[in-house]
């Protein structure tokens, strides 16, 4: 029988769907980061685990990956798992000669014991996981929709800098309209109190009305800013984007906006703190010039990225009942 909701979480993670951060609640995010910490310590000094001994997950990427199919592959093989692995199945998968997503979905619902999809529609690791009615679906990431296990990443990123989610300001860069990771992140921090975000990009790329007011009515504060002299400079935390280039259907348009808003070390002297940290979940394509990468402020390479893997093998711990 086909799954028609997205259920809460709500304490508890086995065979549950990965969809949206709406799915979490507070305490949710504490067990799951609770966990994240022993992943990290499996991981960071190379211990055996066989956690997921016996399981079979598929990642399946319409679009493009580095970290999110790199780590999601490392983490299944970090616990003792085994992974099936499709990338760009428009080209090397039966999708080429027109089987539809919900036929793959169930072709490879019957090899696994999850199913881990990267696709360029919103709404599509829903579907996913509406056809999949055996197998949780993780959402790595759908058009311009959601990116959850970059929000939770995002999320342990933060909290293990601040050791809170609640009380902080943060100024969100780029493209604020079709950042997926930011309308996870957004979600996220929606949870906790007191929470106020400067969203900095070019009025083309803000976010859509309805999704402002609809998020403001969560109880985040939002506040847009159209120039680099309106960051306040006691933030947290930045949290950085590139333009996406793949949502502009007019690359003129992508021409006159790109990289309007780039992080340079004299921007981060002149506004940023030194108890601050830059955040980007990456790609970048020059919006973070590289001579911060050393800056200690900046985690993307580090920290950030490191928590990808060590998140997505507690999430999948978790869905598939091994903890
Ligand atoms: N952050 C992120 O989603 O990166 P990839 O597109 O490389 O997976």
Redesign the pocket.
């Known amino acids: 029988m086909a799954k028609s909701l997205i259920n809460s979480i709500n304490g508890k993670f086995k065979g549950k769907d990965i969809l949206s951060l709406d799915q979490f609640a507070p305490l949710d995010l504490k067990m799951l980061f609770s966990l994240t910490k022993k992943m990290k310590n499996i991981a960071f000094n190379a211990k055996p685990s066989r956690i997921l001994d016996g399981n079979i997950v598929t990642l399946i990427f319409y679009e493009?990956?580095?970290?999110?199919?790199g780590s999601f592959s490392a983490a299944v093989k970090q616990l003792g798992g085994q992974t099936v692995e499709i990338q760009n199945p428009q080209s090397f998968s039966s999708v080429a000669k027109g089987e539809t997503l919900s036929d793959t979905i169930r072709v490879f619902e019957a090899y696994c014991d999850a199913i881990v999809i990267r696709h360029f529609e919103v709404g599509s690791a829903k579907k996913a996981s509406d056809y999949a009615s055996s197998v949780p679906v993780i959402n790595a990431?759908d058009g311009t929709g959601e990116?959850p296990t970059?929000a939770l990443l995002d999320l342990y990123t933060i909290h293990e800098k601040f050791n809170r989610l609640d009380n902080l300001l943060g100024v969100v860069g780029g493209d604020i309209l079709n950042g997926r990771?930011i309308h996870s992140l957004i979600k996220g921090l929606c949870k906790f109190k007191k929470n106020t975000l400067f969203l900095l990009s070019p009025k083309t790329l803000r976010l859509t009305r309805a999704d402002f007011l609809y998020f403001q009515d969560k109880g985040i504060k939002l506040i847009e800013i159209q120039s680099e002299k309106e960051i306040p400079k006691n933030a947290d935390f930045w949290y950085w984007t590139r333009v996406q280039k793949e949502r502009f259907h007019d690359l003129k348009e992508y021409e006159k906006v790109k990289n309007r808003f780039i992080v340079t070390k004299k921007l981060l002297k002149d506004y940023g703190n030194k108890k601050m940290i830059l955040m980007h979940?990456?790609?970048r394509v020059g919006e973070i010039d590289i001579d911060i990468d050393r800056d200690p402020r900046a985690v993307y390479l580090g920290p950030q990225t490191r928590n990808g893997m060590y998140i997505r093998m507690a999430l999948l711990a978790l869905i598939l009942g091994k903890v």
């Open positions: 493009p990956s580095s970290r999110t199919f990431g990116h970059q990771t979940p990456l790609p």
